[in-house]
Every structure is written in structure tokens, then in C-alpha cells.
């Protein structure tokens, strides 16, 4: 059983913290931090069974009993937190991104590579059933060689305006789930990028520097190509589905939705919208993306998502923004690999 400190009590981090005393075997949490400590955490935290609620985050990387630490604070914090966490021997996941900026990101993994601690990153969707289901397919075979690979992904409202200005922009806070994606169901990297967008779902998202609309164009090493379609607003729900096509066929995944009951009448046939969050739609991939990280620390496993995993989407998200702003393809070379 190892011990693991949490910290950031938003709602990433509450989601971790009640996969782990839910559904996650081996790991028992004895600390959460938050800038803000209020009676409702407090209570909160001991509803969980957590013993200690702190308002600094040092006091966690300072307990010897505490093994490992999870990063769901802001993500302008994700790289120092780590960086000082691998310095204090704690094995670490780290929430996306490890950070917007490519020189941050590559100090923190030559912190964690000099503590020798393990690293995971938190793209959670690469344990979902769904798409695990479509990753077997390919590495077994089934569809032959990638062709195209297609994955949407679309919100069923858009965030707060005050969310947008401080997340760093779309392609940063969402697609970068569907630029890990398409590596992932690819098994190749991205190597060229062109990226458009619009302001279609709220004007004020233009007005705070941001879009909510794009799609996304990518070719891969492997020479498949890569095609991302985004959009903060569905007015049906929470929006999943991807498709890979190949030489020997393809394989598809729809959304997942309450039931899979379908009424057929006079008027015509109904089905169930998709489950409406990331919530109702990944719990199950927050539970075992912990699993999965804890087995590594626990059995001296790499991390199945690891730094470079981590690294790879955020520069693929900086060349986006870069194919966005000038209206052109960006090579990943360009931004810093």
C-alpha cells in the first residue's frame, strides 16, 4: 500500500481523489492540499477519509511517509510542483499539460530522469474502453496499415469566460487530449500541422484571444494523416468518437450514452443523446489511468504515459497556434523538438 499526497482540490483533483478511495487498490491517501482551505474541503476531505488538508503544498512533498504526489493544481504550476516533487523523491503524476512552454517541459523531465522517480502524464482517454477498443484493433493488425485517422471531440457548452482567458487557448485545455489521441491510436508521431479557427459559439471567447471552433490536419511519420474536428458547443451533449482507417478495413467508435435503447414510431426513431460531461463519459478512465500509475511505482514499472507523451501534444498545440496565426502548415520541428 503506498501513501499519496494530492495536490490541488479542484475538481480534477477531487475526481482522483474519489477514484482512489472508491476503486483503486494499493494506494491510500494521506494528504490534499488547495490555496484555499475552506470548512466545505474539510469536509469534504474527511468524508473521504483523507487525514490531513493543507494550505501549502510543501508540507505534502515534506512527509517521508508520503510515496507519491498527484498535480491537479493550475496548470502554470504543473512544472515547478514537479520539478520539486521529483527533487524530494516523490514519484509523480502530473495532470496535462506538464506546461505551455517546451523548455519548462524538458526541465522538469531532466529532474524526474536525475531522481530516478517515476513520471505519468494524465491523458486519461487512452484508458477509456472506447478507444482502447480501437487501439487493440490497429496494434493487432485488423485494419492494416493507417491511413486516416479521425477523432471528434466537441463540449456540450462552452467554459466560462474566465476559464478561457487564464487556459491557455483550445488547443492547449481541449485538443490536446486529441492530439495525444492520434498518436496514440496511430503509433506515430506528428510531424506537420495546419490548424483552422473560429469564433462560432460565444463572441466573447474571440474577444478573450480564443477560439471555439477548429479543425485540425495532421501528417504522421508513419505517413498516415491525422484529421481533428472541435467545438466548445453541442447542443446534444458531450461529443466522442473517432475512427481509424487502414489498409485492411476500419474501425470505428460511437458515443456512449445512457442506454442503448432506440424507440422507433410514427414520427420517426429516437435514440439516448451521449452521457453530457467528461465526467459522466471518462469516470472509469480516471480510475484506471491511477491504477495503472500506481502498479508502476508499486512493481518498478515504467509509466504507460510518460514524459515524452506528455511533451508531444504540447508541441503539436504550439504548432497549431502557430498554423492558425499565420495561415500555413508548421512543421513540429519548427516549435522546438
Known amino acids: ?25 494499493g494506494a ?20 473521504m477519509g483523507i487525514a490531513h488538508v493543507y494550505d501549502d503544498y510543501k508540507q505534502i512533498l515534506q512527509d517521508p511517509e508520503i510515496d507519491a504526489v498527484l498535480v491537479c493544481s493550475s496548470t502554470n504550476t504543473h512544472a515547478p510542483i514537479s520539478i520539486e516533487a521529483a527533487q524530494a523523491g516523490k514519484h509523480i ?34 484508458f477509456d474502453h472506447n478507444f482502447k477498443a480501437i487501439k487493440d484493433r490497429v496494434v493487432a493488425g485488423d485494419i492494416g496499415e493507417p491511413h486516416i485517422i479521425k477523432v471528434t471531440s466537441r463540449d456540450p457548452d462552452a467554459p466560462p469566460i474566465e476559464y478561457v482567458k487564464v487556459s491557455g487557448g483550445m488547443f492547449f485545455d481541449m485538443t490536446i487530449h486529441d492530439f495525444d489521441m492520434i498518436r496514440y491510436l496511430s503509433g506515430s508521431n506528428v510531424t506537420e500541422v495546419f490548424a483552422v479557427g473560429s469564433v462560432l459559439v460565444n463572441p466573447e471567447i474571440g474577444k478573450a484571444g480564443d477560439i471555439d471552433t477548429a479543425v485540425i490536419t495532421l501528417k504522421l511519420a508513419n505517413g498516415a494523416i491525422g484529421v481533428i474536428d472541435n467545438s466548445r458547443k453541442a447542443v446534444y451533449g458531450y461529443d466522442q468518437r473517432a475512427e481509424v482507417f487502414g489498409s485492411k478495413g476500419a474501425i470505428q467508435i460511437s458515443n456512449d450514452t445512457g442506454s442503448s435503447a432506440v424507440f422507433s414510431g410514427e414520427q420517426g426513431v429516437v435514440a439516448e443523446k451521449p452521457k453530457y460531461f467528461f465526467l459522466e463519459r ?14 508502476s511505482v508499486v512493481n518498478d514499472k515504467p509509466t504507460v504515459v510518460n514524459g515524452d507523451d506528455g511533451l508531444q501534444p504540447v508541441l503539436i498545440a504550439l504548432a497549431a497556434k502557430k498554423s492558425m496565426e499565420e495561415g500555413r502548415p508548421v512543421k513540429i520541428s519548427e516549435v522546438g523538438q
Open 28 to 47: 491510500e491517501i494521506k494528504a490534499i492540499s488547495d490555496i484555499k482551505v475552506t470548512e466545505e474541503l474539510q469536509a469534504w476531505a474527511k468524508s
Open 282 to 295: 471518462y469516470m472509469q478512465s480516471f480510475a484506471d489511468e491511477i491504477s495503472c500509475f500506481v502498479d
Open 93 to 126: 503524476f502530473c495532470e496535462k499539460p506538464i506546461d505551455a512552454d517546451v523548455g519548462r517541459i524538458k526541465q522538469v523531465l531532466a529532474a524526474v530522469e536525475k531522481a530516478g522517480v517515476k513520471f505519468q502524464v494524465g491523458f486519461n482517454r487512452r
Open 1 to 25: 500500500m503506498i501513501k499519496v499526497g494530492i495536490i490541488g482540490a479542484g475538481r480534477i483533483g477531487r475526481v482522483h481523489s474519489e477514484s482512489i478511495s472508491k476503486y483503486v487498490k
